[in-house]
């Protein structure tokens, strides 16, 4: 069963770059597409995007001018940047198992802060 | 790509049955069966409850099914009890091959 650990910097000023990493403990590295999610406190899910262990990638329009995510293969991780942060990009970011059109399962969330 | 479109609230008393609505068009969950249902409860992260329409994972409760028809995806819960008190999300592929999820439907088990 695939476990996941995610750690980062929670408190950014804005115009700075977050940036997130994901640990994969267990199930096949190479089966899986490997996706970053996020809440902002009291509203819904956004999907951010996701990489396979190829570094193929696929990103929402709305994020994807400021999204890279890569992947570590050899340390069985992938990590998140998001370039030129506000107030909008403050939320909890789940680093989420995908593939097999499910996600499932998620790690435990790391809330970032976007203030001045 | 627009979010998927959920009722804000829904309700019922234990033992009954409801029922969560996530309305999409042809080019996400009228295009293919790649819907999926989450619960979260208030400080935790989501969890799956259905996968493809209407398949339960391994260890959720069949009081839980899913279903579609057209752009409209369903979630029942059956026999509702006060632990299902939760938000539940919806959630689809695209045919952009991108997701996209519901805005969220709070339960309130009365």
């Known amino acids: ?116 | 790509q627009s979010a998927l479109t959920q009722p804000a609230s829904v309700s019922g008393s234990p033992g009954q049955s409801i029922t969560i609505s996530c309305t999409g068009t042809n080019s996400d969950i009228g295009g293919h069966n790649y819907v999926c249902w989450y619960q979260q409860h208030p400080g935790k992260a989501p969890k799956l409850m259905i996968s493809d329409v209407s398949n339960r994972p391994s260890g959720v409760s069949n009081r839980f099914s899913g279903s579609k028809s057209g752009n409209t995806a369903s979630l029942t819960i059956s026999g509702l009890q006060a632990e299902d008190e939760a938000d539940y999300y919806c959630s689809s592929y695209t045919s952009s091959s991108t997701w996209v999820f519901g805005g969220g439907t709070k339960l309130t088990v009365l």
């Open chain 1, 1 to 116: 069963q695939v476990q996941l650990q995610q750690w980062g910097a929670g408190l950014l000023k804005p115009s700075e770059t977050l940036s997130l990493t994901c640990a994969v403990n267990g199930g096949s590295f190479s089966s899986h597409w490997w996706t970053w999610i996020r809440q902002p406190p009291g509203k819904g899910l956004e999907w951010i995007g996701e990489i396979n262990h190829s570094g193929g990638t696929n990103y929402n329009p709305s994020l994807k001018s400021r999204v890279t995510i890569s992947v570590d293969t050899s340390n069985n991780q992938f990590s998140l940047r998001l370039t030129s942060v506000t107030a909008a990009d403050t939320a909890v970011y789940y680093c989420v198992t995908g593939g097999n059109w499910r996600f499932d399962p998620w790690g435990r969330g790391t809330l970032v802060t976007v203030s001045s």
